[in-house]
Each structure stands twice: as structure tokens, then as C-alpha cells.
């Protein structure tokens, strides 16, 4: 699933289409699948990135 501004811009899309579109769909929350892919992504802490020898 696409996600942030291109995911909205596509809604906004399919809203702007006409009346034959299922808003419900479109509107519905993410599956679970969507969950697992935010386990690939490390925690974000900040300040890490400005000193790297900090760790």
C-alpha cells in the first residue's frame, strides 16, 4: 500500500471521479499487512544522525 502524500493524492483522485466509487473502501483503515512493514524500520532517536560517535 502507498503511504503519505501520494497515498492522499490518490484519494483525492478517486473522490474526484464521480459518484460510482466505493468511499467506503477507500476510507477503510489499513490492514494488518500494513503493520508488519513498520517492524523493518529502526527507532528513530534523535540526535543520533548529527554525532555518529555517539553510540
Known amino acids: 500500500m502507498k503511504k503519505g502524500r501520494h497515498r492522499r493524492f490518490e484519494e483525492a483522485r478517486a473522490l474526484k471521479r464521480g ?3 466505493d468511499i467506503e473502501a477507500i476510507l477503510d483503515p489499513p490492514s494488518l499487512e500494513d503493520e508488519d512493514e513498520d517492524e523493518e524500520y529502526e527507532e528513530y ?3 543520533s544522525w ?5 553510540d
Open 45 to 47: 532517536e534523535p540526535g
Open 50 to 54: 548529527v554525532n555518529p560517535e555517539a
Open 19 to 21: 459518484p460510482d466509487i
